[in-house]
Nanobody, 117 residues
Framework: QVQLVESGGGLVQAGGSLTLSCLAS????????MGWFRQAPGKQRELVATITRGGIINYGDSSQGRFIISSDPTHNQISLHVNSLTPEATAVYYC???????????WGQGTQVTVSS
């Protein structure tokens, strides 16, 4: 099993920046890819960005060039830095991990990001 714990969410003014972190624990050797998804009120969960253990990055359409994902494999941690926040970025941000061959998937509890105008 893999456990994921997010941190770094909160209330931010529009135009500001934020860094979210996700720490993985447990059977972390199973993880092939980690990433971030978000779910805004009344909307479906959507991809923000993923990063493989080998460092290959994929950004979802929602990232709009404002999100930067990074990883620290030594400490089983990924981060998401967001610049120039707009109220449309308000959502619960979830950390996600996929095992190699995507046979298992894990989710964190989510961290709320609220952007005030």
């Amino acid at each position: 099993q893999v456990q994921l714990v997010e941190s770094g969410g909160g209330l931010v003014q529009a135009g500001g920046s934020l860094t979210l972190s996700c720490l993985a624990s447990g059977s972390t050797f199973l993880i092939g890819t980690m990433g971030w998804f978000r779910q805004a009120p009344g909307k479906q969960r959507e991809l923000v960005a993923t990063i493989t253990r080998g460092g290959i990055i994929n950004y979802g359409d929602s990232s709009q060039g404002r999100f930067i994902i990074s990883s620290d494999p030594t400490h089983n941690q990924i981060s998401l830095h967001v610049n120039s926040l707009t109220p449309e970025a308000t959502a619960v941000y979830y950390c996600n991990a996929l095992s190699f061959a995507a046979s298992k998937e894990y989710w964190g509890q989510g961290t709320q990001v609220t952007v005030s105008s």
